[in-house]
Each structure stands twice: as structure tokens, then as C-alpha cells.
């Protein structure tokens, strides 16, 4: 139960870019200002920074090199993030992702600030191989045991992570706290948030034939979202009525980010690139299939969306994944870089409009009933509570 400690409380959230923290972790910041808590966000500047403002969120640029987690070729944003801290004075500082989190736990010691780190997938570090990647982990891991060890408070989305770093000693279980996902609102992304006109305007307008099967993907256009098992896959399915569509930008901080040869080559296995898109909604209204190939993710906020949207799931058996779909029920799990297997799975549902419908409608109500917004938000607001409570 909550009390009145959320106000006057000083929050400072911290990510690697300012897209994660408006797309991702507005919700959970308003719901703080609505309490009377001061909210900061800090990460690199960008076009969604001085968004913050109308919604009673101060904004404070931080610097920080995403391509690399080691603390040494960090140091310069750890104390940068330390004297941010010093400025703000915040009573809890929340850092999203594994390098804010690293960075924000080797910041505070020696303070008396809280710390909540959330890990919300465990990116490249942990889907690549190779001797070079397999040290690259272990230096890593070295350096978030004492970070994880600054934290009151480490939370995960699925829970394959939180056994992983649990069973590997990096921090003990009564600090791991799985909060599934980033939640969703159902209420704005719903089956009935356009009209059958407005979707069949809107296919007309983006050049989708009236008759074909969408299939959608809503992604950063990196390798490890799986979008070449998605091109494989438009490649074996050409001669069905279907159109692939794929919503979202490469990702130039991102070492799987594609070249502009390897976008020319999704082009030609038929796959439509439509870049970053404000509003996802009307894509989603438009689809009949929804797929993501990831090959590791914490808990997919565009799967979710796609769910509460009514559409039926293709993903893969998968850490984050796996947690969205219940196999037969409101989609499908296919095996992580298996092109045919993910073309199979989406076939079977281009084939069977009454199993669309069916599955569309089980993934509304697990949407509704397991990944609400409203649910999410609440569980962050209790932990925050009690840790203001317990350390007062």
C-alpha cells in the first residue's frame, strides 16, 4: 500500500538514449509527477528531449558511448553521471538497460542515494559467440556484481534473466524482482481504435492491396531483431497474397546496425521498409499477423502493443519472447535464426482467417489480463515505496 513518502520525493531515471525513456518510461514518470514527485530524466540529447517538459519532467543531457560496456572507456560518463547526481540530489535514481545500470551503480558508491537498476534485455554482449565476445561477458559481469551490489533493488522483465544473473552469482535472489515488461495501454491500443474505412483509407494510402495478408514488424532495424530470418521468410512466401511490412530505422549505435547494401537485399526478398514511425497504431490496425524473430529480448513492448491490438504472434522461443505467446493459443514460437520455420508458422496463419480471428482475440485478452499498463506502473510505484519507507 502506498504512502505519502512518492511525494516531494527527487527521481532521477537514466537510459542510453532519451527514445527509451519518453517511448518506454513515460508513464511510470507521470504517475510520479501526479504524486507531487520531482522526476528527472537524464540520457544523451535528442529529438525527444525537450518533450519532457510538458509533462513536468525536467531534462539533463549525459554522454555516454553505447558501443562499448567497459567501465575504463566509460569512466568519463560515470563521473559525469556522479556529478549529475550531485547536482540533482536525487532520492532514487532508476537506470535502464545493462550500461546505465553499470555505470549508475559504480556512480553511487559512497552515496547514500537509492539505486534500482532494471534489465530489459541483455543485448549483443549476450547473443553473440566467440572467445573475443565470451571475455567481453566476463569483464562485464565482473563489473555488475559491484554495480548490482550498490543496488537496493535489480529488476527484470522475464525470468530467464533474473535466473541467469541470480544462479551466477551476481546478485542475490532477495534483490531480483521480476516486473514483466514495460506494459501496454490497452485502452489506446485496442481492436476498435480505427474503423473499417480509416483501415481500408489508410491500406490504399501505403499502396497495401485490399485483398493481401500484412504481415507487420515493428523493430529497430538490427540483425539481432532477426530481420533477415523476416526477409527469408517474405522470400519463401512471395507468391501468396501476402506483404511484408517492416516499421522501424536502422540503428547506427548498434553493432548489428545494417549497412545500406544489407537494406537493398530486404528490399529485394519484397520486404517494405516504412522507417520510424510516430504513431505504430495505424500499422497495426492495417496487419493481420504480427511477427518478431528476435534472438534475445527482455520483454517486447512492439509484441505487446501488436497483442492488445488483436493480432495473432509469430516469435521466437526466445528469453523475453517466449513470455508473450502460449503456443497454439494466440500464436506461434519458432526457433531463433530459422527462416523456414518462421515462414511455416506464418503461412499456417495466412492460410486460415478463422485461426487469425482466434488467436487475435486470445492475445487481446492475455494482453488485458497479464501486461496492462496500469498493472506495471502500480508494481514500480509499490517497490518505490517501500524502498523510501524501509531506508527512511
Known amino acids: 500500500m502506498e ?10 531515471f537514466l537510459a542510453n538514449t532519451d527514445f527509451n525513456l519518453y517511448n518506454f518510461r513515460l508513464p511510470l514518470m507521470k504517475a510520479l509527477v ?4 520531482e522526476v528527472w530524466a537524464v540520457a544523451p540529447a535528442g529529438e525527444f528531449s525537450r518533450r519532457f517538459a510538458k509533462h513536468g519532467i525536467h531534462f539533463k543531457s549525459w554522454r555516454i558511448n553505447r ?39 559504480l556512480a553511487l558508491y559512497g552515496t547514500k542515494v537509492r539505486f534500482v537498476a532494471s534489465i530489459t534485455g541483455l543485448g549483443n554482449l549476450y547473443l553473440e559467440d566467440g572467445i573475443k565476445w565470451r571475455l567481453a561477458r566476463r569483464g562485464a559481469e565482473f563489473f555488475l556484481r559491484r554495480a548490482f551490489a550498490r543496488a537496493q533493488k535489480v529488476i527484470f522483465q522475464n525470468r530467464d534473466d533474473l535466473e541467469y544473473f541470480v544462479k551466477g552469482g551476481m546478485l542475490s535472489g532477495k534483490k531480483s524482482v521480476l516486473i514483466r515488461g514495460s506494459g501496454v495501454d490497452v485502452r489506446k491500443f485496442c481492436p476498435g481504435m480505427f474503423s473499417s474505412e480509416e483501415i481500408r483509407r489508410f491500406r490504399e494510402k501505403e499502396g497495401l492491396p485490399e485483398d493481401a495478408v500484412v504481415v507487420l514488424m515493428v523493430a529497430r532495424v538490427i540483425r539481432a531483431k532477426g530481420v533477415f530470418e523476416f526477409a527469408e521468410a517474405a522470400g519463401r512466401l512471395r507468391k501468396s497474397k501476402t506483404v511484408f511490412v517492416l516499421v522501424g530505422d536502422p540503428d547506427p549505435g548498434n553493432p548489428s546496425a545494417l549497412t545500406e547494401k544489407e537494406l537493398s537485399f530486404l528490399r529485394e526478398q519484397g520486404v517494405v521498409l516504412c522507417g520510424f514511425q510516430e504513431d505504430v497504431r495505424p500499422w497495426l490496425a492495417a496487419a493481420d499477423i504480427y511477427v518478431l524473430p528476435s534472438y534475445r529480448e527482455g520483454l517486447p513492448v512492439s509484441v505487446l502493443e501488436a497483442m492488445a491490438c488483436g493480432l495473432p504472434v509469430v516469435t521466437t ?3 523475453g519472447c517466449r513470455e508473450t505467446v502460449e503456443p497454439g493459443v494466440n500464436g506461434f514460437l519458432v526457433p531463433p535464426r530459422d527462416g523456414r520455420a518462421l515462414a511455416e508458422a506464418i503461412g499456417r496463419l495466412v492460410r486460415d482467417p478463422v485461426l487469425r480471428r482466434r488467436m487475435g482475440e486470445a492475445s487481446r485478452r492475455k494482453a488485458e489480463e497479464e501486461f496492462s499498463l496500469d498493472k506495471v506502473v502500480q508494481a514500480h510505484l509499490e517497490l518505490y515505496n517501500g524502498l523510501l519507507t524501509e531506508l527512511s
Open 67 to 105: 558501443r562499448t560496456l567497459n567501465p575504463f572507456s566509460g569512466f568519463s560518463a560515470i563521473r559525469e553521471l556522479r556529478r549529475i547526481c550531485e547536482e540533482v540530489s536525487p532520492d532514487v535514481v532508476h537506470a535502464f538497460t545493462l550500461r546505465p545500470a553499470l555505470y549508475a551503480g
Open 317 to 319: 522461443d526466445v528469453a
Open 34 to 37: 501526479s504524486k507531487g514527485a
Open 3 to 12: 504512502t505519502d513518502v512518492l511525494r516531494k520525493a527527487r527521481f532521477l
